[in-house]
């Protein structure tokens, strides 16, 4: 019975649009009010879940991308791209993707992503002659590589939760990442051929040499992360503050474009969206702790293997519950109240556990692109100025598209862990 209105108040309060982490942390204590736990138990087990060194890494992260952002980055890389692709056909579009590719490098978030370069080439496209329902749809489906390419913030929230390593995590994502960025740059091509869209004249290798200069120290943010943790010089964490300096000395003082009385509003703002993350984590380990404590991840094992202990089936199976979650909950949260118990799935099958998270955090992130929880979506069609169905209508094939490469990354293990096996010999 305390199951029954643990799951009860969840749902009710997601149909009710309730935030995730307030709807974590009101079942839960309804749970424990019925069960005749003490309720102290709730800060407890939050500050445990919280209690993570590796998370610390987590305001690092979001501190530097926003420092990035506001230091003149978005334009740079947005000049970068559209010197690569924006001569093919539909170039803006493939401008987008691209961007997006390199913007999500740096900030390791969907949100920052789609609303930074949605804000400039949403209005760019739809002045270029791309409808509106397009430049938003390929803004949000582009948008969410930045979960996978690395710095990830639910890669770091993974390695908190399982003990692999997030440095592996972070190469593990890479190709995966780079290969749904191009599968999604074929559709816009596509779409862009049959429907006639605009392109532009190819501007010259000079062009892409002043572009990728003026980039450079944007781009080179991604290898200080990268090369910071396979070195073995930084931790995670040490490696945020070191990329929050760097991102303020090129803001500050080598674009100069970052004006020294913003930053302190820029710590503010990335103060704020930390403290919404750890607190969704607080609260997602509160629910967990409680799932635990009644064996259901033990049962969704249970009942899973007693129908198949096929290894491919299993992973179809996984990958259809984590398209159908991330419809309706938010990646974290997900995360945390779903990763540890299917990860023991997995590894009773015989999956690896750096493959299996690396297609677990691409299924949640397609989630980010789907109805009715799709933040992408939402901040995109916000910034189109459209209704949410067009949108949805025009990302259609892009979400195959995107399922089409998780499958791949599924039953293609190399493809998640050739490279961290590569270079962590």
Not at 5 to 15: D, E, M, P, T
Not at 41 to 69: E, H, R, T, W
Not at 249 to 276: H, N, T, W
Request: hydrophobic share 60%; charged share 5%; net charge neutral.
């Amino acid at each position: 019975m305390d199951v029954v209105v643990l799951f009860s108040v969840f749902v009710g309060g997601l149909v009710m649009g309730i935030p995730v982490a307030v709807t974590l942390g009101l079942s839960s204590l309804a749970y424990l009010m019925l069960a005749g736990i003490p309720p102290v138990v709730m800060p407890q087990k939050m500050y445990a879940g919280m209690d993570v060194f590796v998370l610390l890494s987590i305001p690092g992260f979001i501190l530097a991308g926003n420092l990035m952002n506001q230091g003149g980055i978005t334009g740079r890389i947005i000049r970068f791209a559209n010197a690569l692709v924006g001569w093919i056909r539909g170039g803006l579009g493939l401008t987008n993707i691209a961007a997006s590719m390199l913007f999500g490098g740096i900030t390791g978030t969907a949100v920052a992503d789609a609303a930074s370069i949605g804000g400039v080439l949403i209005p760019g496209m739809k002045k270029a002659g791309y409808p509106a329902d397009f430049s938003a749809a390929v803004t949000a489906a582009s948008s969410t590589v930045g979960l996978i390419i690395p710095p990830s913030v639910p890669m770091i929230i993974v390695g908190a939760l399982s003990g692999i390593s997030v440095g592996q995590m972070f190469l593990a994502g890479a190709i995966p990442g780079i290969l749904m960025g191009l599968a999604m740059m074929v559709t816009a091509y596509i779409i862009s051929a049959r429907r006639n869209f605009p392109r532009q004249e190819w501007q010259g290798v000079g062009e892409v040499g002043r572009s990728f200069s003026g980039a450079f120290w944007a781009l080179a943010m991604t290898f200080l992360i990268i090369y910071g943790l396979l070195s073995g010089l930084a931790t995670p964490t040490e490696t945020a503050v070191v990329a929050s300096v760097y991102a303020f000395i090129v803001g500050a003082f080598i674009y100069r474009e970052l004006p020294v009385r913003k930053v302190p509003m820029i710590l503010v703002d990335s103060a704020v969206s930390a403290a919404g993350i750890l607190a969704l984590v607080g609260f997602a380990n509160v629910f967990g702790w409680i799932l635990v404590s009644e064996r259901i991840p033990q049962a969704i094992a249970d009942g899973v293997l007693s129908f198949t202990d096929n290894k491919f089936l299993v992973i179809l199976l996984i990958n259809l519950l984590l398209l159908f979650v991330g419809m309706f909950m938010e990646t974290i949260a997900a995360l945390i109240i779903l990763f540890v118990p299917l990860l023991s799935l997995a590894q009773a099958v015989g999956i690896d556990p750096l493959h299996f998270a690396t297609f677990a955090v691409l299924n949640l992130m397609i989630g980010l692109t789907t109805p009715p929880v799709g933040v992408c979506l939402f901040v995109c069609a916000g910034i189109a100025r459209l209704p949410l169905m067009p949108v949805v209508i025009a990302i259609l094939p892009f979400l195959l598209t995107n399922i089409l490469v998780l499958f791949a990354v599924s039953y293609v293990p190399a493809l998640a862990t050739w490279l961290p096996s590569l270079l962590t010999k």
